[in-house]
């Protein structure tokens, strides 16, 4: 998988971290107890090697051999004290998150000359403590050949009939868990023997939330070859196939969206050894027994994924469950104010929300409203706002309303405290008790706790 993707401690080898590198801003968020402060997270190359070796690799060679890192920024939101990426940072998340990639050149050093950043070799490993001594952005000329490396543009729509067979071979849904993964989503479609037949994202905590990871989930199951459909490229969606790679050689059902380094190796090893199928352009929805797909109308990562929406029924008309991904519900095209559902998974592990109108439960005693987070996460989810908004629709929160009898929302982040995970029965009916998995628990750990 190359480097950036081997898990600690074991298997990671000493690494040389470059000098000089290009990066693009993958994501930047406001934390902080008021969000006074933003989390910047740059996706990087090796400026050295690129130059070297960009033009005359063949692109499988390219994504095989190049050398990927992150680092992250911590800067207050109110500083005037602006570099080129501190205002590329303000302006990005000024403009609405538009996903625009620009790319600069910057040069790090050991000594505290300027920025602070923390520099990572691995998605799942541990930081190292660098400096930026300079930044700025490269030009037009290296601005395209950087995007062209890494983006989707070698690889074609998927067909109609492609994405129609995917969804077929989801077959009978019987229920519908979010799984424990610590910072980030994983939601499994079921079946009624309790095998997981679709993954809806596969994603784990990353960097320094990487901790929020459960050790005791050791494998997921592939008992009956489960496909992928992805949310959105963020790695907190898709990290999971680091920890296990046996996700890489499933199909996987995902949007078209701008690509950074790190996105685009992961494509790149699910193309090798799996199958990619790229949601095709203009398709707003398609709809396959329980399960709908939709094109986001975003103009970020986030809001401009895929949403799915899954019903007790091969009609479509009976307790619809929403999954979003971080698609703020504004963003997806089937949501309407006041909408009802039998459940939902809160959007961006309860981030706080722009819509001002969330989902309503149908049923007053097994609807449920899931956070999906890692406890002690740096983002601070969720965020009091967005738990408010949801108590006040109906999703009755036993976090503002203590001991409440009909409590509607559930956490991944509360473990049981003997199988020490939070994996939470979404819907349907749990009347009969948690559902069991398929394999007993001998093959996987993806048992409901909650």
Not at 422 to 439: D, E, F, M, R, S
Request: hydrophobic residues 35%.
């Amino acid at each position: 998988m190359g480097d950036f993707f081997l898990k600690p401690p074991s298997d990671l080898p000493e690494q040389v971290i470059p000098d000089i590198v290009y990066a693009s801003l993958d994501t930047a968020e406001l934390i902080g107890g008021e969000g006074t402060e933003i989390l910047a997270v740059w996706d990087a190359v090796d400026a050295a090697w690129f130059d070297e070796n960009c033009a005359h690799l063949a692109k499988g060679e390219f994504l095989d051999q190049v050398p990927i890192f992150q680092f992250e920024i911590r800067l207050n939101a109110w500083t005037t004290d602006l570099t080129a990426l501190r205002r590329h940072v303000q302006s990005t998340m000024e403009a609405g998150y538009d996903d625009s990639i620009v790319w600069f050149r910057v040069e790090f050093g050991p000594q505290p000359v300027e920025t602070p950043a923390t520099f990572y070799s691995s998605l799942l490993g541990p930081g190292t403590a660098r400096f930026i001594n300079s930044a700025r952005s490269t030009g037009s000329k290296k601005q395209n050949q950087l995007t062209q490396a890494f983006s989707l543009d070698d690889i074609a729509d998927a067909s109609m009939a492609e994405i129609e067979d995917f969804l077929d071979a989801i077959g009978s849904i019987s229920h519908v868990l979010a799984y424990d993964v610590g910072q980030g989503a994983s939601i499994g479609l079921c079946d009624s023997t309790g095998a997981v037949r679709l993954y809806s994202d596969v994603g784990a905590g990353t960097r320094r939330n990487r901790g929020t990871f459960p050790n005791s989930l050791k494998s997921f199951c592939f008992g009956e070859s489960p496909n992928v459909l992805l949310s959105h490229w963020d790695s907190d969606h898709w990290a999971a196939a680091v920890i296990d790679p046996r996700f890489t050689t499933r199909s996987w059902l995902v949007p078209r969206q701008k690509m950074r380094p790190s996105h685009r190796k992961m494509a790149h090893e699910i193309t090798k050894n799996g199958r990619l199928l790229v949601w095709p352009s203009g398709t707003p929805a398609i709809k396959r027994g329980q399960a709908q797909v939709e094109n986001c109308t975003g103009r970020d990562r986030n809001g401009s994924g895929l949403a799915v929406t899954v019903w007790r029924d091969a009609g479509g008309s009976v307790d619809p469950v929403l999954i979003p991904g971080d698609a703020d519900y504004s963003k997806i095209p089937s949501f309407t104010t006041g909408a009802s559902y039998f459940s939902t998974v809160v959007p961006h592990h309860g981030a706080k929300l722009v819509s001002a109108h969330v989902p309503r439960p149908t049923d007053t005693l097994f609807s449920r409203a899931t956070y999906s987070f890692g406890l002690g996460n740096t983002h601070r989810h969720p965020h009091a706002s967005t738990v408010s908004v949801h108590h006040g629709a109906g999703w009755t929160d036993a976090t503002i309303v203590p001991g409440a009898t009909t409590e509607l929302c559930r956490r991944t982040a509360d473990r049981c405290p003997t199988r020490h995970l939070g994996h939470t029965l979404v819907a349907w009916n749990p009347a009969a008790g948690l559902p069991a998995t398929a394999c007993a628990g001998l093959t996987c750990q993806l048992g409901a706790t909650q």
